[in-house]
C-alpha cells in the first residue's frame, strides 16, 4: 500500500510518517531529502523542477513491488504531483490512501515553521513567508484530511491507520 502525506511544510506530514514508518516498518520517502540532495549534487540550488517527484515515484514504484508498505512525504501542491502519486500505486497495482495534513491554527503553524530544526545536513527549512506564499492547488479528489491543531501527533497516527486497515480489509 502507498500512503501519500501532503500539504503545507509545517503542517506535521513528517512527524507523523515517521510515526507509520516505524510503527508499521514502512519505507519512508521524503520529498525534502531528495530535493536536496539533487539540489546540492546539479549545483542547481532550489530550481529543480519536477526531478526530485520523478526520482521520489521511481524508488517507491521499486519498493512497491517489493510488497512493502511505503509513506511518501511530499507537499504534493499541485494536481499532477498527487496524480502522478497514483499513477505510481496503480502501476505497483497497490492500494493507495491520500491523506492532507493540515495546521487550521495559523498562530501554531506558524510557530512551527519558524521554531523548527531540521534533520537532514545543510537543508535551511521554508520561512513562514515562504509558507503562506506557497503554491498549493486546492483538493479536488477524495482524501482523509488530518489537522494537527486539534491532534496529538499520535491521535493523528491513528486515524491514517484506521483508514489503512479499512482499506487493506476491504
Not at 545543510?122 to 506557497?134: D, E, Q, R
Amino acid at each position: 500500500m502507498l500512503v501519500i502525506l501532503s500539504g503545507l511544510p509545517g503542517t506535521g506530514k513528517t512527524t507523523i510518517g515517521k510515526l507509520l514508518a516505524a510503527k508499521r516498518s514502512g519505507t519512508y520517502v521524503r520529498m525534502d531529502e531528495i530535493e536536496h540532495a539533487l539540489s546540492r549534487a546539479t549545483g542547481l540550488g532550489h530550481d529543480i523542477g519536477p526531478a526530485g517527484y520523478i526520482v521520489a515515484f521511481a524508488i517507491a514504484a521499486s519498493n512497491l513491488k517489493l510488497g512493502t508498505l511505503l509513506i511518501a512525504d511530499s507537499v504534493n501542491p499541485v494536481l499532477e504531483s498527487r496524480q502522478g502519486w497514483r499513477d505510481v500505486a496503480r502501476g505497483a497495482a497497490v492500494r493507495f490512501v491520500e491523506v492532507e495534513v493540515v495546521c487550521s491554527d495559523e498562530r501554531e503553524h506558524e510557530h512551527r515553521v519558524v521554531s523548527r530544526t531540521t534533520d537532514i545536513a545543510g537543508f535551511t527549512p521554508p520561512t513562514w513567508s515562504s509558507v503562506k506564499a506557497h503554491d498549493y492547488a486546492p483538493w479536488i479528489s477524495p482524501r482523509l484530511v488530518v489537522d494537527t491543531a486539534l491532534l496529538s501527533p499520535e491521535a493523528a497516527l491513528a486515524e491514517v491507520e484506521a483508514v489503512i486497515d479499512t482499506i487493506s480489509a476491504v
